[in-house]
C-alpha cells in the first residue's frame, strides 16, 4: 500500500520538481513532476493533506489512473484511452470466419469435469482422426549471418540468446524459401517489439524497395522499428487486431505493386488463423476482383520477379503462371493452441470430414496444453518467475510457453491415476498436429504447397514448429507437406 513522504518507512527525499509521494510498493518516490509551488503530482494530491479539497475518482475508460471528478468531461475528450477513429483499412469481423451459434452449446464442461468414460471417448476420436498423419516433422533448424554477431555477443544473457536463435533460424528459412529479396511487403503478424522484421531488414542490406507493416493489437514498448532510417526501407507499424485488417485498403498494398510474405514468431493461438484469413481470402481474393491487366504479365522481365513466382529454381521465363499470387509466402511459427476458437479457425471444413465439430475442437485445444506438462512448474516457481518478468520490463516477452497457465489450465493436472505424464505430452502433441493439419489443408485448397517443420530445438523454445507455405506455381521439393 502506498504511503506519503512523511511515512516512517520512507527513505532519503524526493528528486527536486519531483511528487514527494512514496510508493511503498516500488520502494521509490512518485517520478511524476509537480506544479510550481506544488509537494505531490496529481495523482496523489488526493492522498495529501495539502490537497483534500477536490476528490479524484477512477477513469471510466482505462481505471489504471485517476482524474479529477470536476474535469472528467474534459478529461473524457483527450483521455488515451478513447475510442478513436477508425482507420481506412478497419472493417470490422473482415477476418474472423462465419459465426454460426448453434454449432457451440451454451456452456461446454472444464476437461477436469468430464467423466473418465467420457475422456477416453474424446482420445479415441482424437487418435482415430490423426491415423495417418506423420505425428515427426522434419528439422529445418537454420541460421542466419546477419545474427551472427548477436548470437555470440557475451553481453546477451540465456533469454535474449533464445530469441535470437529462433529469429535467426526463420530468417534462414525464409530466405531458403528464396523469400528474402528486394521488392516486396512483410507483414509481421503479432509484431510486439518487431524484432524479426528488424533482422529480416539487416539480412536485406540494401534492397531495393522494401517495406515492412508491423501489425499489434496493443501499444508495445521498447520498439526496435523507430530506429531505421534506412532509404531504401520503410517501416509502418499498425495498432490493430488481425481480425479486422483489411491489407488492400493500406495506401502501399492498395496499388499492388508489391508482393506481401506474411510473417510471425509465436503468433498466438487464433491470431494463426487470423492472419492466414487476411492474407488469402481479404487480400489474395482482391486481386481477383480487380479487372486490370494480369500482373505476371508486368513482371516477366523482372529477373527478381520471376525467381519466386516460376516453378522452376533457376526461373524459367516460359513458366511463369498465367494467375498471378500477391501473397508470395508465409512463414510463421506457431504457438498457443490452447487459444484457438471454432469461428476463427481455418480447418473447420477438415473437422467436419473426419466427422468432428466445435464440441470436439473445444477440448483437442484444451488439451493441446498438455503438450508442455513434462515442464510442470511448482506453484512457487510459477510465482517467482511471473513476479520476474514483471519486475524486468525489458525482458523480450514474446513467447508463452513459460508460463504455467498452460499446464494447469481447465484441471489438466486433476487427472489422478488416468493418464501419466507422457501419455498427455503425446495426446497433447497429436491435440496440436491435427489442428495444424487443418490449417495445411485450407492452405492446399486455396493453391499454396504449405509445410510444417521444427525449427529450434525444444530446449530452446516448446513451441518450436514453424508453418511456411508458397504459391503452388512457386512450390520446390522443400515445401511439400
Sequence with gaps: MATSASSPHATGFPAEGRCGYYVEKKKRFCRMVVAAGKRFCGEHAGAAEEEDARKRI??????KHTVYEDQLAKHLKKCNSREK???????QDINAGLKDETEIPEQL??????????????????????????????????????????LNDPKNGDSATKHLKQQASILGNIEKLKLLGPRRCFVEFGAGKGKLSHWVDIALKDAEKVHFILVEKVTTRFKVDGKHRKKNSVFERLQIDIQHLCLNKIPVLREGKLPVVGIGKHLCGMATDLALRCLIETYAASFEERNEEPLAKRIKNDKTEKEIYTLAKEGNEKNVPEKWNPVAGIVIALCCHHRCDWRHYVGKEYFRALGLGAVEFHYFQRMSSWATCGMRKTSLETSNSTTKRQDNQNDDSEEHDDGGYRITDDGAD???GLLSVEEKKKIGHLCKLLIDQGRIQYLQQKGFSPALQYYTDPLVSLENVLLTALPNHSSSPETTA
Design 58 to 63: 477512477l477513469c471510466p475508460l482505462d481505471p
Design 414 to 416: 486433476s487427472l489422478p
Design 85 to 91: 477513429p477508425k482507420p481506412d483499412f478497419y472493417i
Design 109 to 150: 464442461v472444464p476437461i477436469s469435469s468430464l467423466s473418465e468414460e467420457q475422456l477416453e471417448k474424446l482420445i479415441k476420436k482424437l487418435r482415430k482422426a490423426s491415423e495417418g498423419l506423420n505425428s515427426t516433422l522434419k528439422d529445418h533448424i537454420m541460421s542466419h549471418p546477419a545474427l551472427h554477431d548477436a
